[in-house]
């Protein structure tokens, strides 16, 4: 089993960048779909982004494409999140999931995913 870790959250001024990192243990990342989530206080777990490893295809919220860009780093085993033109409205603790890319319908789902990490929070200041 996978084992993930995030890294990479912290304060940030609107308009402003993160750059978040998820490194796996255990396993390589190659047969995985890796998935980011948020969760905002009082809210549920929301899609942010997705990366099917082994052939780099891509997935993006609505709330995010143009800002995020998700990339993996298989000699490292990482995925990693970069956050541009940040918002209020990203604040939120930020997990990475993994999943067998062979058993993901949809990518943006948290129902989808069995292994996730702890979470980094980002907090965006306006």
């Known amino acids: 089993e996978v084992q993930l870790v995030e890294s990479g959250g912290g304060l940030v001024q609107a308009g402003g960048s993160l750059r978040l990192s998820c490194a796996a243990a255990?396993?390589?990342?190659?047969?995985?779909?890796i998935g980011w989530f948020r969760q905002a206080p009082g809210k549920g777990r929301q899609g942010v982004s997705a990366?099917?490893?082994?052939?780099?295809?891509?997935y993006y919220a609505d709330s995010v494409k143009g800002r995020f860009t998700i990339s993996s780093d298989t000699a490292k085993n990482t995925v990693s999140l970069q956050m541009n033109s940040l918002k209020p409205d990203d604040t939120a603790v930020y997990y990475c999931?993994?999943?067998?890319?062979?058993?993901?319908?949809?990518?943006?789902?948290?129902?989808?995913?069995?292994?996730w990490g702890q979470g980094t929070q980002v907090t965006v200041s306006s």
């Open positions: 999931a993994a999943e067998l890319w062979d058993a993901v319908e949809h990518p943006l789902r948290e129902s989808n995913f069995a292994s």
């Open positions: 255990g396993s390589t990342l190659e047969p995985y779909v």
């Open positions: 990366i099917s490893v082994h052939n780099g295809v891509t």
